[in-house]
Nanobody, 122 residues
Framework: QMQLLESGGGLVEAGGSLRLSCAASGRIYSSAVMGWFRQAPGKEREFVAGLRWSRGNTYYADAVKGRFTISKDDYKTVTLQMNSLKPEDTALYFC????????????????WGPGTQVTVSS
C-alpha cells in the first residue's frame, strides 16, 4: 500500500501563506485522485481539495475556494498552496489517495499520511 508523508505545516499569522507537500512512497499512477483533508480539534475530518492525477482537474471545498491551490510537483508529490490564511484554517492537514474523482468523503480515500499541523494566529 502506498505510504504518504505530509510536510510544510507551521505557525503563521492571519493573511499569511503556507505551502504543504505530500510525498508518496512510489509513483502516483494516472488513475489516482489525490486529496487534502483537515481536522480541527473536536471536529470531523473535512475535505479541502482534490486533484485528478492524469489530467490535473481540481475541485475544492467552498471554504477554501479562491485561496488554496492543489497541484502536482512531480511524479510522486502533491502540494497545497494556502494563501490568505484565516484562524479557522487551523487544523491538522492530511493527504490521501482515492480512485473516485469528485468525492469528498474520507471513506473513499485510502493511504492516509500522519498529517502536518497548520496554526493560524489572529
Amino acid at each position: 500500500q502506498m505510504q504518504l508523508l505530509e510536510s510544510g505545516g507551521g505557525l503563521v499569522e492571519a493573511g499569511g501563506s503556507l505551502r504543504l507537500s505530500c510525498a508518496a512512497s512510489g509513483r502516483i499512477y494516472s488513475s489516482a485522485v489525490m486529496g487534502w483533508f483537515r481536522q480541527a480539534p473536536g471536529k470531523e475530518r473535512e475535505f479541502v481539495a482534490g486533484l485528478r492525477w492524469s489530467r490535473g482537474n481540481t475541485y475544492y471545498a467552498d471554504a477554501v475556494k479562491g485561496r488554496f491551490t492543489i497541484s502536482k510537483d512531480d511524479y510522486k508529490t502533491v502540494t497545497l498552496q494556502m494563501n490568505s490564511l484565516k484562524p479557522e484554517d487551523t487544523a491538522l492537514y492530511f493527504c490521501a489517495r482515492s480512485s473516485q474523482y469528485g468525492t469528498t468523503r474520507p471513506a473513499d480515500f485510502d493511504s492516509w499520511g500522519p498529517g502536518t499541523q497548520v496554526t493560524v494566529s489572529s
